[in-house]
């Protein structure tokens, strides 16, 4: 079990919980609103989308309100920070390296705690640490890089989300951790939301018994925010010289890329449901708690 958190200064857990609960009706009928996946608007956190209402091939349902994915939680402008504070969030699931949380800490919303959970410690320095400072740089540092390099770097990267030991006990702890109720609402994130955030909410929703075409929209649909958000720094990059397909190739995801991780999970493990439990080591009746947690009859 993770850490609880003790509230705002002033305001007893019982008075937290029922403004939860206040909360969490209010946002699931906002979030009813929205086709599963979409953006929920934050023009400071573009990425920030939620889970609910996607179903699964059996017919069942993906909760509303309980589970989003983002960007990075920093900078978070004040009417954003708002607008997350509304969602009730209990757990912010951090994904990203070291270097990235000192370069960005969280933002939190009053009421959330964070938790870090660095999928790529285990990664080899050179490859891994050029490519953060690509992205953190929008193409700085990019000397004998092209879009083809930077693909093949990314197609290795996913499949390190599947066999880098740091990936599989980050993954481990978020889902179980996910699958205990006093953890949610949550959300999970890295920098850019769609590579490490992107494995992580591909797994989940394989697992949950989504179709297939619905976990790559969802994947994809990174592009629909993340590109756009980084558009004025694009431009100043080609302005300066420099080539707009390089910090391009760097923001976009690929399904081929998401199919490098699936492809080592099949190469590994077989499926998914083994891919968690031989590689997380979460076992059927973990698995089955997911479930329970996160799906309902279609109403």
């Known amino acids: 079990m993770l850490p609880s958190s003790s509230g705002p200064a002033g305001l007893s857990r019982r008075t937290l919980g029922l403004a939860g609960l206040a909360v969490a009706a209010g946002t699931t009928q906002a979030s009813a609103a929205r086709a599963p996946g979409e953006s929920l608007g934050l023009a400071s956190v573009p990425n920030l989308r939620e889970f609910g209402g996607y179903v699964a091939k059996d017919g069942t349902v993906f909760r509303h309100g309980l589970l989003f994915r983002a960007n990075q939680l920093n900078p978070v402008a004040p009417a954003d920070m708002a607008r997350l504070t509304e969602l009730g969030l209990r757990v912010s699931f951090d994904l990203r390296t070291a270097k990235e949380r000192e370069a ?3 933002m939190l919303a009053p009421g959330m705690r964070g938790e870090w959970l660095d999928v790529m410690a285990g990664a080899d320095s050179g490859d891994s640490a050029q490519m953060e400072v690509l992205v953190a740089n929008m193409g700085g540092g990019s000397a004998g890089m092209s879009p083809a390099r930077i693909q093949a770097l990314y197609v290795d990267t996913y499949r390190d989300f599947v066999r880098l030991d740091s990936a599989r006990t980050a993954f481990r702890t978020l889902y179980t951790a996910l699958a205990q109720a006093e953890n949610r609402p949550a959300v999970f994130h890295c920098t850019t ?20 075409e619905t976990v790559y929209q969802d994947y994809l649909r990174s592009n629909d925010y993340i590109l756009p958000f980084f558009a004025g720094r694009i431009a100043q990059f080609t302005a300066a010289g420099g080539d707009a397909a390089l910090p391009r190739a760097m923001l976009e995801v690929r399904s081929e890329y998401l199919a490098a991780s699936f492809a080592e999970v099949t190469q590994r493990y077989g499926s998914i449901e083994r891919y968690f439990s031989r590689g997380l080591g979460i076992n059927a009746a973990g698995q089955a708690a997911l479930r329970q947690a996160f799906l309902e009859q279609s109403r």
């Open 104 to 106: 960005a800490p969280d």
């Open 193 to 212: 939301g769609k590579d490490r955030t992107g494995w992580a909410a591909a797994a989940l929703l394989s697992l949950l018994g989504m179709p297939l």
